[in-house]
């Protein structure tokens, strides 16, 4: 999930190309490469130890208090699901592993997991999941799409007791699963004090370097060296997803599929800036697509004539300025009937609607705003006889206090690990205090996905996106896909479109496609090729 309220991003996006230099400049120290410790886990008390070298700043390090573990040891449990036509039996472990310095061995992170396993099988597929933020714990993928139990999410009050039930959906039924909590998230925590922790975390490279470090532990420590390799992320999990896929490869693990769950795969297609045509190209197909599925008419057919137009006469007339009054009569006229919106209140936005408005105008008749996660999500309007309202998101804020209560329920009574420190859902600390890197160009993926495919003809990519979300429109990553070129077989690269949002797996029609059609791409990417055995 990408937070919408932190200003850093925005202001990191918006602004002029200096205003992008500056601003990451000021975000923290660049990023640099991060040495860690090849160690298998330690004991929980292990003694510190002195460097032996003779400088001061040995002798510093050496004086330094160590830090200790202090999540629990970890718990594995014998669980059974029971689901229609079939009985789920495997092994639960909720748990941590550590991150420690290269250079002096000294503690720099727990990084807290949740693992499903079916026994019996050491080449069976294993799948790395995480969601994005920066900041979010992985609680979203677990308990919603792909674990053994889901909450529902469709309509889900604030004040709901959380009741988890066993999901029909479960990618169980095909891979193993590890739910990873980046530091700071979840129960994972960073040891390292002060700016050492930020430095080393919370940048696009010390994130994906950490991650790639966490699972090659894992990997070792669970004996699964022989499986084959899946990474699943979630918004800015799944831009992080083929960069983790690509720190693998130093730590010596190869990766055979991705799924890119509502990603954003190029930054410099995040957000609305007025001035650039281009940012109104990609949102214009989710706002009809959450129009007509509010009429509860959507229909995926019908967007392709949006997209046409959308990338056709639309830019066209974009590109022609809003001096140019006739382009703006035309855009104004066919903007409000694919969106519904008034026709007057879009000629005065000389056909250009950002999303603030399309959350507070498409169900304004009856006094109600929508998610900037998906419009057809709503909460009353705080103030609807205003004219303008600040809300907060019926998405992004209305669920936390469930699905946090329904994750320290499950790690309590069912996986019998708990944690004396609260449960990090959304940690708005790490968003605001991330590293985007330097220089003048916003954050990509691009390069690291082309390189993923071109390097293994094996490799199989899924990126999945719910039409109505506004936060990652579908339409910019499919611009994206259509720039690249076709490596050996168009079908190693798919983009799939489901009804909903940016969570679109909390609609039982849209998570069921999103297992059968993962279920294909495991299917496709474990084929024997030829030479295998």
């Known amino acids: 999930m990408i937070f919408l309220q932190f200003d850093s991003l925005r202001r990191l996006l918006s602004g002029s190309a200096l205003a992008l230099a500056v601003v990451v400049s000021g ?26 070298g003779g400088d001061s700043g040995a002798s510093a390090r050496a004086a330094r208090p160590r830090a200790q573990r202090q999540l629990p040891a970890d718990s594995t449990t014998d669980q059974t699901v029971e689901l229609a036509g079939r009985t789920l039996r495997f092994k639960a472990t909720a748990g941590s592993i550590p991150l420690n310095n290269g250079e002096d061995g000294s503690l720099l992170a ?22 994005g933020g920066p900041g979010a714990a992985s609680a979203y993928l677990n308990i ?29 039924d095909f891979t193993d699963l590890v739910f990873i909590d980046p530091p700071a998230t979840g129960y994972s925590r960073i040891a390292a004090s002060g700016e050492e922790g930020r430095r080393q975390f919370w940048s696009v490279d010390g994130d994906a370097d950490a991650l790639a470090v966490f699972i090659r532990k894992w990997v070792e420590q669970a004996g699964r060296q022989q499986s084959v390799k899946f990474i699943l992320g979630e918004s800015y999990g799944g831009f992080r997803a083929p960069k983790v896929a690509r720190k693998l490869q130093d730590q010596g693990i190869g990766v055979r599929g991705l799924v890119m769950i509502s990603p954003v795969i190029d930054f410099v297609t ?59 009569a035309r855009v104004s006229a066919r903007v409000a009937a694919l969106t519904g919106l008034d026709p007057a209140l879009v000629k005065r936005l000389a056909g250009r609607v950002d999303n603030g408005t399309f959350q507070r105008e498409l169900h304004r008749s009856e006094g109600r705003i929508g998610s900037a996660y998906d419009p057809n999500i709503t909460a009353f309007d705080p103030y609807p006889n205003s004219p303008t309202s600040h809300f907060p998101d019926p998405v992004l804020d209305d669920m936390r206090a469930p699905i946090t209560t329904a994750m320290t329920d499950l790690y309590q009574h069912v996986l019998n690990w708990r944690v004396e420190r609260p449960y990090q859902l959304l940690n708005g600390e790490v968003s605001s205090h991330w590293n985007w890197g330097r220089g003048r160009t916003p954050p990509e993926a691009v390069d690291d996905l082309r390189n993923e495919l071109a390097n293994d003809a094996q490799v199989r990519v899924l990126i999945a996106h719910g039409a109505n979300d506004l936060v990652t429109p579908y339409f910019a990553s499919q611009l994206l896909i259509d720039q690249m070129p076709v490596y050996g077989s168009a079908d190693r690269l798919k983009l799939a479109v489901y009804a909903g949002g940016h969570m679109f797996y909390n609609r039982d029609a849209s998570r069921k496609a999103l297992h059968d059609d993962a279920a294909a791409l495991f299917r496709d990417a474990t084929k024997p090729t030829q030479g295998d055995e």
Do not use: C
């Open 27 to 52: 975000l923290g120290v660049a990023n640099a490469p991060s040495a860690w410790a090849q160690q298998q886990r330690p004991p929980r008390a292990e003694p510190a130890q002195a460097d032996s």
């Open 144 to 172: 919603g799409a792909m674990g053994p139990w889901r909450l529902p999410f469709d309509r889900l009050a604030v004040s709901s007791p959380p009741v988890l039930q066993p999901n029909a959906e479960t990618w169980l």
């Open 270 to 328: 995040f957000g609305q800036r007025r001035h650039l045509p281009m940012s109104w190209v990609t949102h214009l197909p989710s706002m009809a697509a959450a129009a007509l599925d509010a009429r509860g008419e959507f229909n995926r057919d019908a967007l392709r004539d949006v997209e046409r137009y959308a990338a056709g006469d639309y830019l066209q007339d974009l590109l022609k300025g809003e001096r140019d009054a006739a382009a703006v």
């Open 110 to 131: 727990e990084v807290a997991y949740v693992a499903y396993v079916i026994p019996g099988d050491a080449h069976r597929p294993v799948t790395f999941v995480f969601n």
